[in-house]
């Protein structure tokens, strides 16, 4: 499905906008809007791009070499990439280190409270298989507030790894509440939401070539 009309009748309709108050009270304001757009055929903006394709590729092609220079006697890796938002920077960076590498994911979800992420973090798919005295590279999409990150390193840690880093394509460094070690990281953010490059905002945007802020 495209930017368009359906995907904001479908957010609109969605009980995932309730999370974002302000961002469901500006959707409801362009309510009359969608019937005008629907009706001819007219796509609604796209997100506005916050870091081009060139961008994103130029500085993975930088992540990558500095991955596999920092890597390079260690043996094979473990690239482990957070479902679902890493997809797309575990593909891409997989494909350009030139080091011995595996791929695993694992999968986690935000614990809410109500409507409100409460910071605590749910499994909701394991690696499978074990990581004992592997060297693990999680590759995560976005740092938020960290809590997630840092679940997962506190939790993958002890599994007693060989060692264990993270690779993360956005820091929100503004939003965070954790501290979390980010050893190779793409771009710092505000605190806008952002999507493509495998980030959504429910569940659309994932697979735009940039990334973009949805509501500046
Ligand atoms: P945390 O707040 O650091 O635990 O981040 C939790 C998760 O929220 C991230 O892994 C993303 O999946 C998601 N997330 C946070 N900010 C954004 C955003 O701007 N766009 C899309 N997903 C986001
Ligand atoms: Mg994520």
Redesign the pocket.
Known sequence: MHWSGEWLVNALESPTSEILPEFHADLTLLAPVRHIGLAYGVSDESPQVLISEADISHRGDELAEQIAADYKDKGEIVLLG?L???FILLADLSRRLTIPRLVEFIA?S?YEDGDV?S?A?RLVMDVRSSIEGKHVLVV????????????LIDMLKSREPASIKACVM?H?EH???VD?EIDYLGFT?G?????GYG???AEQGRTLPYIGV?KP
């Open positions: 957070v679902k938002g890493a986690v935000s992420p910071g973090v995560e999409d976005i740092v938020d507030t960290g809590h997630t990150l840092h679940y956005l929100k939003s965070t509440e979390v953010i605190d806008e939401w952002v999507v980030l959504d905002y949805v």
